[in-house]
């Protein structure tokens, strides 16, 4: 466990809130979460400078891994001994798992509050509830089909930013040619898993995806299309390089940063780095859609869940950490830093930048079309355990030299099966 320091931060969360809040409660509260890189930092302290600007403590509880995979085991064995945390970063479908076990706090009168009904988009708000009950307060919205790119290296190669799969391929073999790498990436599972959804919502549209990998309809998982997606998901790792396997999805990005490789496939999170190194969108690098998918959106909505707890003023601590995430003035600073935007409706985004923007605006455009989509690779389209299985193969084929892809839907369809 690390401690922060959050004094700069502090100062300015306090300022945000208003002095009128800073009442001492002198309350703790153990938040485990996986933000650990240079922008994840950066917003896991903005969060720490929240909660002890209103008086209470705050006790790290990070473990690093991106994706979270490594957070959420140890969350389970914390709890199993009967130990949990106040607070740990869970999203999506495995809320109502968490729920279910009997562990997490009713957060009702604090969304009461401040109405959070009226507040969150509504499919989102569903989400955080069970039975009704809210039991999680949501931090951001990312999204997750973006493609960053390097505009020194694209002109080198003398290439625009694509956006269909072909152009991706003409891009990345004038990059390649170029001497350099096309596509920056990590080889762990989720890093590959993440590719491997925007393959399938560029190859083959909102509809197919939301058959194929929300609703894990058999007939579409084994289909031409899914074949396609498949075929067109190895050949992108023709364009990665060989020191890819296990590298950490953020020094994948610093590739980016640093000219050394043309592109990364990733959500906003991958925002926050080039913002940490001092970077400005537009210039220093830039945000397109991942290819093929400009008029469609995977979300990806951080939240904290709250487990029940015995210590009365660590249970009020608790509720104004619930309070204080959904506040305004940490919405807009926490999501400054961690790349996505705020999940608070009717927000000011005046201080945010034009990927943010554009982030903002096709939200609202692709919900309104029906081609707003939960992100799978990240915990918010199917249970943990289709999630893992699906995981898992699309990961095995990605790393396989003899897999076909009908070897690959056939087991696609049985992982989907998982429970
Ligand atoms: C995502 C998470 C993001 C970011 C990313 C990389 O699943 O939602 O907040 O942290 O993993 O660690």
């Not at 290439?159 to 390649?176: L, S």
């Not at 491997?196 to 894990?216: H, I, N, S, T």
């Not at 610093?254 to 913002?275: N, P, S, T, Y």
Request: proline share 4%.
């Amino acid at each position: 466990m690390r401690k922060f320091s959050v004094k700069p931060l502090q100062a300015a969360a306090a300022l945000a809130l208003g002095s009128t809040m800073l009442l001492a409660h002198a309350g703790e509260v153990e938040v485990l979460h996986w933000w650990t890189s240079g922008g994840e930092a950066k917003a896991a302290k903005a969060l720490a400078a929240t909660m002890q600007a209103k008086g209470d403590t705050w006790k790290d509880f990070a473990v690093a891994g991106g994706g979270g995979d490594s957070a959420m085991t140890v969350l389970k064995s914390r709890v199993v001994s009967g130990n949990p945390p106040s607070a740990a970063q869970i999203k999506g479908p495995s809320l109502q798992d968490w729920a279910k076990e009997g562990v997490l706090a009713n957060l009702d009168d604090v969304a009461k509050a401040d109405n959070w009904d009226a507040n969150l988009p509504k499919a989102i708000a569903d989400g955080l509830k069970y039975k009704g009950h809210y039991i999680a307060a949501p931090v951001n919205v990312h999204r997750v089909n973006w493609l960053w790119v390097n505009p020194e290296v694209l002109k080198k190669a003398n290439v625009k930013a694509p956006t269909t799969w072909a152009e991706f391929f003409t891009a990345a073999e004038a990059i390649k040619k170029a001497g350099l790498i096309p596509l920056a990436h990590g080889g762990q599972s989720w890093q590959d898993f993440t590719i491997f959804e925007d393959v399938a919502l560029g190859v083959g549209g909102a509809d197919f995806y939301k058959k194929a990998l929300v609703q894990l309809d058999p007939a579409t998982l084994k289909s031409a299309k899914m074949k396609e997606v498949l075929t067109t998901f190895k050949k992108v790792k023709d364009y990665t390089d060989k020191n890819a396997p296990g590298r950490d999805w953020n020094l994948a990005t610093a590739m980016v940063i640093r000219g050394e490789a043309g592109m990364q496939l990733m959500g906003d999170w991958a925002k926050g780095e080039f913002i940490a190194a001092g970077k400005t969108p537009g210039k220093d690098f830039e945000c397109v859609a991942a290819p093929g998918t400009s008029k469609a959106y995977t979300y990806n909505v951080d939240s904290f869940a709250m487990f029940q707890l015995k210590n009365e003023a660590n249970i009020k601590a608790q509720k104004n950490l619930a309070g204080a995430i959904m506040s305004p003035a940490f919405q807009e600073l926490f999501n400054l830093n961690k790349g996505s935007i705020p999940v608070r409706l009717n927000m000011n985004l005046d201080k945010f930048d034009s990927c943010a923007k554009q982030s903002s605006k096709d939200f609202v455009e692709t919900s309104k079309a029906g081609s707003l989509v939960p992100s799978i690779a990240h915990g918010m389209a199917v249970s943990s355990a289709a999630e893992g299985a699906i995981k898992d193969v699309v990961s095995q084929y990605w790393n396989s030299e003899k897999d076909t892809p009908e070897q690959v839907m056939d087991k696609l369809v049985s992982a989907a099966k998982a429970k």
